[in-house]
């Protein structure tokens, strides 16, 4: 071989090594294989490809016996988001709840749990925590991902939860930076604008990714923001000046840059997947995640793209090589996942996810209801209410959500063993029950004298809040419970549960199995 041809064949291997497409089914396809043996950099997990512990964990054998070295990497945040779980709801408190139960031990404990599931599964990276700072109650996309509103309580959260997933040796990737929280747009749907100035943006939105960066987070996520006063040119994942300057020169950043998923309309919508790769890798992106869906032509298209880029001085090839670089010391700094799946997940592996004795116990679901807004007005109104009607509104959720189950619903799946916890279900799967969204004529067909509704962010959708009115007007007697980030207007939060986990579920079943019949 020529040096001419050695010097390509590194640059091919380079370009592969950058890669991490998402992919159709749950098990491993026979092209994804194939690329991984020529040297992809690794693959992404979401929902679609889990069916249970012991079928992600064949999955996750499959990759490594074709590259032991890839990146397996997966959305699991803990909370809303969830793939390990999203058939059946997470059972973890989720960001939110953290920051308003505000124990760093506790923070970093749900994390090293989330960790050691992970690790049993055979992912080597979670693409979490989210560490925006959910300054805009209007986001449609951030909400209960955030720790929270307050930076300083979101920075020491997103510490405590780097330093408990990485001690399980899970790598950490700390996302959106430079912020995601200050956005009233879906980056999955549009380009979101974030008109912060530079001072505002390192008193608001840098501390936590400072703070995860200080606990020695492995990788930090990009998004797909445009902010103009620090670059006007394209999003944060193709702006130099943002990846070079803030993360790598401002905070001190050494470790592998991933985007944020390249299929995303806020990155490719105008441009295209091949011409995003592109533009990611040059402006500092080492590791880039392709999408949820990708495809054995799309990978190719990505490659050709890179390599023109490269042969017309548009991408150096040292950058190239830089990101390969790092991606490889991610991928050797990590361990192997541990030899068999533990006891919690195997009982009733067939199954499911996770085995009822992963659920937590009766303290932590007490400990969860705590922390949730307007518990004494829910008591007061459930006890003269025993019997109210549910409405349960269905909102569309974003697409990093997707559609596992939420609250309650996702409570009264599989409870937890406690008697106590069959009995709240029990009881509040005999209520009536009627289910609105935004296609339900309004007003809403309820007879009933007293309604509790139940919903998710029930203040940013306006035929929610419509129909309460209605409700309302119709002389009927309404309590609203929001399991999503509530707006200023708590008229449509008079119960806010500051997520939608199974285990924010069960913790909402308990408060209402407690009142007085």
Known sequence: MSG???????????????????????????????????????????????????????????????????????????????????????????????????????????????????????????????VDVNSNPHNPVIGVRSFGADTGLAARHSAAWVRGVQSTGIAACPKHFPGHGDTAQDSHLALPIVDASPELLVARDLPPFSAAIDAGALCIMTSHILLPQID???????????????????????????????????????????????????????????????????LAEIEAAVLRAVSSDRLPAVRVHEAAARVRALSSALPAPVDELPAAGLAEAESSTAASSDFPGEDEVQRVLASFDGVPEAHAWLAAHPRATIVRVDTEANIAVGVAPWGPFAAALRPADSAKAQASAADFLARRLVTVDAETPIPWECDASAVMVLGRDLHRHEFARDGIDALREHGVSVFTIDTGWPGHDRGYAGLATYGASRLVGAALLSLVQEDPR
């Open 4 to 130: 001419a041809d050695h010097s390509a064949d590194q640059l091919l291997r380079d370009i592969r090594a950058t890669l991490m497409p998402g992919f159709v089914g749950t098990t491993l396809p026979a092209w994804l294989e194939r690329r991984l043996t020529d040297g992809l950099g690794g693959v992404a997990i979401f929902g679609g490809n889990v069916e249970s512990l012991p079928q992600l964990r064949a999955l996750t054998d499959a990759v490594r016996a074709a590259r032991p070295e890839a990146v397996i990497a997966i959305d699991e945040e803990g909370g809303d988001v969830t793939r390990l779980f999203y058939a059946e709801g997470s059972p973890y408190p989720g960001n939110a709840v953290l920051g308003r139960i505000d124990d760093l031990d506790y923070t970093a404990e749900v994390a090293a749990r989330v960790g050691r599931t992970l690790r049993s599964v055979g992912c080597t990276l979670t693409m979490a925590p989210d």
């Open 232 to 298: 006007p040119h394209g999003p944060a994942t193709f702006s130099t000046s943002i990846l070079q300057g803030l993360l790598r020169g401002q905070l001190g950043f050494a470790g592998v840059i991933v985007s944020d998923a390249l299929d995303m309309r806020g990155a490719s919508g105008e441009i295209g997947i091949p011409a995003a790769a592109v533009r990611a890798l040059t402006a500092g992106c080492d590791l880039l995640c392709i999408g949820t869906e990708n495809t054995d032509d799309e």
